[in-house]
């Protein structure tokens, strides 16, 4: 009892001040969390809970249905098809130079997966500071095609590395493409009834609601599909971030809904699955040879493909952009914990690159924060983003 006591409260502590230690450090406050994890885990203050590990994981899926209600498919289908293009060759860089470096350093192959993985929750995060400049419009709409093809490969990795390379993984990739063409025709076939019937949106989802129905209809929406993919025996990530995918798309009216969701997914659930990451990493790792070497190995290679593949962009809104953009997808932080834990529970990574992953993810949010700082300056161009 006792220790359930003490775990609430350093849990209830941590979610209290890390915005204020963050504030104080002028770091995103993600990585405070799973330092503060890490420190007061390694103290004996966190300990193994089942109930704490159940929350932390309802915590990353509602994290990943926070990542794609970053994307409206509306506004997805308006974009200018040669910038489309340059997002397309951007990928391709990302995916060809980590083959390249798997290759030539010999690292294992699932850092083929790992080093080119976007992800645009901490993207969503330099927009509050840097308001609407070029480079992060830009780093948004490709970051979130990055991360539908990176949360596509976290699916088939998953099924990967729970089947092998067999039939099992054959049958799993069948079952996706199955789901995700269903997936297009309930997309399809709801945007043409919104269009014919645009009054069910907002009576589904009225302007003045005192019952919290869109919030309800939101979570409902989430459940349904993580039900469909257990049945399935797909990862649950692509349910949620699809999930989140529905709200822009067909309740564009709902202009507080991401704000009021937001609130109570940063507030609360997500800042328990960082903890609880942090307390995976034991601290007396940092003792391990080699270690920290492979950490800052990982670190350069995920930012430096993105520093030479954001060139591709270069035409379309300068040099000095094109590198804030590829720097602000250098920081997948959350898709790269995800992997990484897959990965280290399947087996197919051992606990010393666990843990080098995991300090790698801290690293590059650090390096990254200060270097778009030094890039990014008041005076800076306001190029214009043209096809």
Known sequence: MNHDITLIVTLALIIMFSPFIA????????PIEIVLGALLGYAGMLHGSHLFEFVAEVGFLFLMFLAGMEINLRTFFRTDRKLLERIGLYLLALYGLSALAVWYLELSRIF????????????????????????????????????????????????????????????????????????????????????WFPEVATMLMPHQDNKEQDVRLSIGILFLLVAVMLYLNLELAFAAFIAGMFIPTFFEHKHDLPEKLESFGFGFLVPLFFIYIGTTFDLGALTMDGLVAKALLVTFLMIAIRLIASQVFTPLIGW????????SHAMPLTLLIAITTLAYYSHSIDKLHYYALILASLFEVIVVMVAIKFLHTGNLPAEELHG
């Open 320 to 327: 000095r952009q094109a590198l804030l953009t590829g720097l």
């Open 112 to 195: 083929m997966i790992l080093l080119p993985l976007i992800s645009v929750g901490l993207v969503a995060a330099l927009s509050k500071e840097y308001g609407k400049a070029h480079w992060l419009t830009l780093a948004m709409t490709a970051g979130g095609i990055g991360e539908v093809v990176s949360i596509a490969l976290l699916t088939v990795s998953s099924a990967a590395m729970r089947s092998g390379l067999g039939v099992g993984l054959f049958e799993t990739m069948l079952v996706l493409v199955l789901f995700i063409a269903v997936i297009v025709v309930i997309f399809k076939a709801l945007q043409l009834f919104f269009w």
């Open 23 to 30: 504030r104080l450090l002028k770091i995103p406050t993600t």
